[in-house]
């Protein structure tokens, strides 16, 4: 029978996949727990020949292997997948048996049959027996026949209505076995991949954890080794100051101080005694090398020239000569230079010292100014060149006269004090908010002034990251704009706001100059918009900044209207749409072109469509909101549409 034929394979198939999900073992102890009566067992043949004790011997210790790893397998699945797999198992039992009943069916029909068949031929041929007739007994047979045959249709019609129950109510029991099977399956897979997922993360934390752990010792290592050599330093340096000795001596004009510590003896210059306008610093004093000097105050000298044994110098070198000019290095120092009175270094990058009686302005080239370089300098103002990007502590301390300096954005670096006790008028003047000058100003109360600057933040619950623009928003959603001013005369703000849509001319005003820094702006439609932010000051200086933002739609509104003109007196039909899965509503608002009023049609509801009725012949515009009732998002759509009189 070609059902019970079809019907096994399925069985077949149902068993094997059986065997797939949950392994052979466990699929026997499921099929074990349900007795399938009269069915041979399932063997596999053997080779032909003998299989030698060795090969067997293994054999059987594979099998074991695969017996226990079954059993291990099917011990550690849950008594409800058990269950389950039981119940695949009765079902397809069900679905066998109902099979088995209909083949049963199937042949005592058939038997059946055959003896209808049998009594109505022996009839038959005894009644032609007695018939003499030819022509009758013809007759007789023929009808016959036609009975026979209109017993065998009406038994293969029951046939074919027993098969045809039995093949649909076991294909129902084999479809919802395999359907359970194909759940418990996803189940159990599922179960597998969230332990896996589970053991990963875990591995994760703990990977990160190490790494963590790692990072902080190798932290640790770094520090001590930075700290190391500026240990060693310190206790150098501590020693030095702990074992120093000192003693006085005069020699000629100058008076010295001698240190002798564990490390060397030196000699500094305290003091000049004579009245001559320029004057030699010895390099030695008793064989001592002279490498530096702190000179008393002298009014009297005007030019110092410094020997090659000097190491150390500084604007404070000559603190106390106030009317010093020029500072000449002697050419064989290893260290220093003077460029016109200047003291540099060697290279001629780094100012270290300016006389306090020159007005000067460190040239272009300069890149560094060192501590103490304008020690009480009396120029009233400065310039620092563009190439100088570091200034030291104390560089412009006590220059009372000060009361400007022009600090570039170069300068990335300024010490501390670098211009304490400057006059009280002292300003510093920036070339922009964003320049490192800017937060010591600000850090340290000092007096600046720099071109006015506006700065704009975007926020929004409605940012997503569409991997193409730089920020971007859902259609619908409020955006957050707000300014920050600085710069200019650091008071009395006011903020102003503009957008304008990628392709328009005009912009919108959203804000004109107020004293609130912040706006709630909503996007009508998607795409691109512009945002322009203008900030101005007491002194009416305006400065504005420039953003974008990409508004991205929702979801499409496909609504469409019957027709663009109408006479006065017709209506137009809105029909909505939406491409979005979720519950929609639609709002309509309609108003002339000229008009800056709408004239609202209906709030939000689900109905199709609506029909729109103007009142006048004119030009009027219809706008149409679809609002996913999910998530709240609003979708627009716009149409034109002219109303001609009537006549």
């Given at each position: 029978m070609k059902s019970s034929k079809k019907f096994m394979t399925r069985v077949l198939?149902?068993?094997?996949?059986?065997?797939?999900?949950?392994?052979?073992?466990?699929?026997?102890?499921?099929?074990?727990?349900?007795?399938?009566?009269?069915?041979?067992?399932?063997v596999i043949a053997p080779d032909d020949g003998e299989e030698t004790p060795e090969y067997a011997a293994k054999l059987d210790e594979i099998k074991a292997m695969l017996a226990e790893a079954a059993q291990s397998a099917y011990a550690k699945l849950s008594q409800s997948t058990?269950?389950?797999?039981?119940?695949?198992?009765?079902?397809?039992?069900?679905?066998?048996?109902?099979?088995?009943?209909?083949?049963?069916?199937?042949?005592?029909?058939?038997?059946?049959l055959a003896?209808?068949?049998?009594?109505?031929?022996?009839?038959?041929?005894?009644?032609?027996?007695?018939?003499?007739?030819?022509?009758?007994?013809?007759?007789?047979?023929?009808?016959?026949?036609?009975?026979?045959?209109?017993?065998?249709?009406?038994?293969?019609?029951?046939?074919?209505?027993?098969?045809?129950?039995?093949?649909?109510?076991?294909?129902?029991l084999l479809a919802e076995a395999t359907e359970q099977l194909d759940a418990l399956k996803d189940e159990l897979q599922n179960k597998a991949i969230y332990r896996q997922a589970v053991i990963i993360h875990t591995i994760g934390e703990i990977q990160q954890k190490i790494y963590?752990?790692?990072?902080?010792?190798?932290?640790?290592?770094?520090?001590?080794?930075?700290?190391?050599?500026?240990?060693?330093?310190?206790?150098?340096?501590?020693?030095?100051?702990?074992?120093?000795?000192?003693?006085?001596?005069?020699?000629?004009?100058?008076?010295?101080?001698?240190?002798?510590?564990?490390?060397?003896?030196?000699?500094?210059?305290?003091?000049?005694?004579?009245?001559?306008?320029?004057?030699?610093?010895?390099?030695?004093?008793?064989?001592?090398?002279?490498?530096?000097?702190?000179?008393?105050a002298n009014s009297a000298v005007k030019t110092v020239n410094v020997p090659a044994t000097f190491t150390d110098l500084s604007g404070m070198s000559f603190a106390g000569l106030t009317e010093l000019e020029t500072i000449n290095v002697d050419e064989e120092n290893e260290y220093l230079m003077s460029v016109d009175g200047i003291v540099f270094d060697k290279t001629g990058i780094i100012l270290f010292a300016v006389p306090q009686g020159r007005e000067y302005n460190a040239p272009e080239g300069t890149e560094a100014i060192f501590e103490?370089?304008?020690?009480?300098?009396?120029?009233?103002?400065?310039?620092?060149?563009?190439?100088?990007?570091?200034?030291?502590?104390?560089?412009?301390?006590?220059?009372?006269?000060?009361?400007?300096?022009?600090?570039?954005?170069s300068v990335n670096t300024i010490g501390e004090n670098a211009f304490a006790e400057c006059s009280d008028e002292f300003v510093?003047?920036?070339?922009?908010?964003?320049?490192?000058?800017?937060?010591?100003?600000?850090?340290?109360?000092?007096?600046?002034?720099?071109?006015?600057?506006?700065?704009?933040?975007?926020?929004?619950?409605?940012?997503?990251?569409?991997?193409?623009?730089?920020?971007?928003?859902?259609?619908?959603?409020?955006?957050?704009?707000?300014?920050?001013?600085?710069?200019?005369?650091g008071e009395g703000y006011t903020y102003a706001f503009y957008t304008r849509k990628e392709g328009e001319t005009k912009w919108s005003c959203k804000q004109s100059f107020k004293d609130n820094a912040s706006i709630e702006f909503t996007p009508e439609f998607s795409g691109n918009y512009e945002i322009c932010v203008k900030v101005k000051d007491s002194t009416g200086s305006i400065a504005k900044m420039y953003t974008e933002i990409y508004v991205l739609n929702a979801f499409e509104n496909t609504s469409t209207i019957s027709a663009d003109t109408i006479k006065k007196g017709e209506t137009v039909?809105?029909?909505?749409?939406?491409?979005?899965?979720?519950?929609?509503?639609?709002?309509?608002?309609?108003k002339k072109?000229?008009?800056?009023?709408?004239?609202?049609?209906?709030?939000?509801?689900?109905?199709?469509?609506?029909?729109?009725?103007?009142?006048?012949?004119?030009?009027?515009?219809?706008?149409?909101?679809?609002?996913?009732?999910?998530?709240?998002?609003?979708?627009?759509?716009?149409?034109?549409?002219t109303v001609n009189p009537a006549k």
């Open positions: 198939t149902a068993a094997l996949a059986l065997s797939m999900v949950a392994g052979t073992g466990i699929c026997a102890a499921a099929v074990e727990n349900t007795e399938f009566e009269d069915e041979p067992a399932v058990v269950a389950q797999l039981v119940q695949i198992a009765q079902k397809v039992k069900a679905a066998k048996q109902i099979m088995d009943e209909a083949a049963y069916q199937d042949a005592q029909i058939k038997v059946e003896d209808k068949v049998a009594q109505i031929s022996t009839s038959a041929e005894q009644l032609v027996a007695a018939v003499d007739d030819e022509e009758t007994a013809a007759q007789i047979m023929e009808y016959v026949d036609q009975k026979i045959s209109q017993i065998i249709d009406e038994a293969e019609q029951q046939l074919e209505s027993v098969m045809s129950t039995a093949e649909e109510e076991s294909n129902a963590e752990a790692k990072a902080q010792i190798q932290e640790k290592i770094e520090e001590f080794k930075a700290w190391v050599p500026n240990a060693i330093v310190q206790i150098r340096e501590y020693l030095i100051e702990k074992t120093t000795k000192y003693s006085y001596v005069t020699e000629g004009d100058f008076d010295y101080q001698i240190c002798s510590n564990i490390k060397e003896t030196y000699a500094v210059v305290m003091a000049y005694n004579g009245a001559d306008e320029e004057i030699t610093i010895p390099a030695y004093v008793n064989d001592i090398p002279v490498t530096a000097s702190l000179l008393a103490l370089a304008y020690y009480k300098s009396k120029m009233s103002s400065i310039e620092i060149p563009s190439t100088v990007s570091y200034i030291g502590s104390q560089a412009f301390i006590y220059c009372s006269n000060l009361k400007k300096v022009i600090v570039p954005s510093m003047e920036l070339e922009t908010v964003s320049c490192p000058a800017y937060v010591y100003a600000r850090e340290n109360g000092i007096k600046y002034t720099c071109p006015l600057s506006a700065s704009v933040s975007l926020e929004s619950d409605a940012f997503v990251d569409d991997g193409e623009h730089f920020i971007a928003m859902q259609l619908g959603a409020s955006l957050k704009i707000t300014e920050e001013a600085e710069g200019g005369s039909t809105v029909y909505f749409g939406a491409n979005v899965n979720a519950p929609t509503a639609y709002a309509v608002y309609y072109t000229t008009d800056t009023k709408w004239t609202r049609k209906q709030d939000y509801t689900e109905n199709e469509e609506v029909t729109v009725k103007p009142a006048k012949a004119a030009d009027y515009v219809i706008c149409v909101k679809a609002k996913n009732l999910s998530d709240g998002t609003i979708s627009k759509k716009y149409f034109d549409l």
